[in-house]
């Protein structure tokens, strides 16, 4: 069985690197009842991989899947007894063993909401029990051309596999649903910003009002990029949201303006304003800030910029960039650089007493996109 420092380790490099799966394999394993493939092709967050668990059987990784044997040496071998193997493929050694998190049932095209929407165009289950949804599938930035680089929000829609805008009455039948079967114990819902002074805000608002009608003591997260005014988040807050995630995506400036066009307007000092308040009215570990790494950053200035943000109260939900299908090649994270960034972060986070693991809903308790939570429990 491994332990806290080795499923720290074994989980950056499987996030760095990711997986690859043989296409001829995709039939060998739903032979054996095992639904595996590719993963979604954009929307929020990484996109193009899959849920495992590592073989201590808590730690949980959402590991990119390659159909390209050159981008990773780590391949996807046999499943036994429930746990598929991996191997170092340049060095022909054992590398780990992981087991896949399956699709849940309302996945299959039988499951609508009353108004005849698939299911699954509605909400999609995160690692194993936070079922994340976006709200709104189009963003200010992406009709304008300043679309970050990283972003996959409007590709779902392209390809169908999602609708443009979710009520509440929607959400709430997939909430339902996903209640049968274990697998929403807290929800995600992010949302592209709208050309709107709230920035989408209001929308969230009408939203968290009518779920939170029907399952009032269901945690909720949201995303929202900096608010010139403050205000919104204290109405996100009594609307019934929990924690808030506050993304500045690229800490170094010179790489914002390049990476991130459209947000770059957004100055570092208002994000600085909103985590202040965020904290102030969401309370201690309930705020977080998703943030990118593997665009060339210096290490040193790096974690200089993560200690600024956890000095606050922030939580640092560091993850390395991952390509998305249909969008430019990103860079692969050197997984050595990433490792020490992590053990890094988790130590400025015990010297600051920031916890990741007192968050209540959203990215950061789920925590399969990052390791933030091993290398805090490491620290």
């Not at 060998?28 to 009842?33: D, I, L, R, S, T």
């Not at 699709?103 to 039988?110: A, L, M, T, W």
């Not at 606050?312 to 050595?336: A, E, H, Q, W």
Request: with cysteine; hydrophobic share 35%; proline share 3%.
């Amino acid at each position: 069985m491994i332990d806290l420092h080795q499923a720290l380790r074994i989980k950056t490099e499987l996030l760095c690197k990711g997986l690859y799966l043989d296409e001829k394999l995709i039939e060998h394993y739903k032979a054996q009842g095992i639904n595996i493939d590719y993963g979604r092709k954009g929307g929020a967050g990484p996109s193009g991989g899959r849920y495992f668990l590592l073989e201590d059987g808590f730690t949980l990784t959402n590991v990119a899947l390659w159909n390209d044997p050159s981008r990773t040496e780590l391949f996807l071998k046999e499943n036994k007894e429930g746990y598929f193997e991996v191997y170092n493929n340049k060095s022909n050694e054992y590398f780990t063993r992981l087991k896949l998190i399956q699709n849940p049932r309302f996945y299959d095209p039988e499951f609508k909401t009353s108004d005849g929407i698939a299911m699954k165009k509605i909400a999609l289950v995160h690692g194993i029990d936070c079922l994340a949804s976006t709200i709104f599938q189009k963003c200010i930035y992406w009709a304008c051309g300043e679309a970050c680089s990283f972003c996959g929000i409007e590709v779902s829609l392209q390809n169908n596999a999602t609708i443009e805008e979710k009520n509440a009455k929607q959400i709430t039948e997939v909430i339902n649903a996903a209640k049968k079967e274990g697998r929403c114990k807290h929800m995600t819902l992010t949302s592209g910003t709208d050309e709107t002074v709230d920035k989408g805000a209001n929308r969230y608002i009408e939203l968290l009002k009518g779920v939170k009608n029907v399952y009032p003591d269901l945690p909720l997260h949201v995303q929202i990029e900096a608010l010139e005014d403050l205000e919104y988040i204290t109405e996100l807050k009594e609307a019934g949201a929990d924690t808030i995630g506050i993304h500045i995506e690229i800490l170094d400036e010179n790489l914002r303006r390049d990476i991130t066009p459209g947000k770059f307007h957004l100055s570092y000092q208002l994000f600085v304003e909103n985590w202040e308040h965020a904290i102030n009215v969401f309370g201690d570990n309930q705020v977080s800030s998703y943030i990118l790494t593997g665009f060339g950053e210096e290490k040193a200035n790096f974690l200089k910029d993560v200690e600024k943000l956890v000095s606050i109260g922030v939580i640092p939900y560091i993850t390395p960039v991952r390509s998305i299908p249909g969008k430019r090649n990103l860079p692969l994270t050197d997984f050595n650089e990433m490792l020490d960034i992590y053990k890094r972060s988790g130590e400025l986070m015990r010297e600051y007493g920031v916890n990741p693991l007192k968050n209540k809903a959203g990215c950061v308790r789920c925590g399969g996109c990052s390791a933030i939570n091993e290398a805090f429990k490491a620290s």
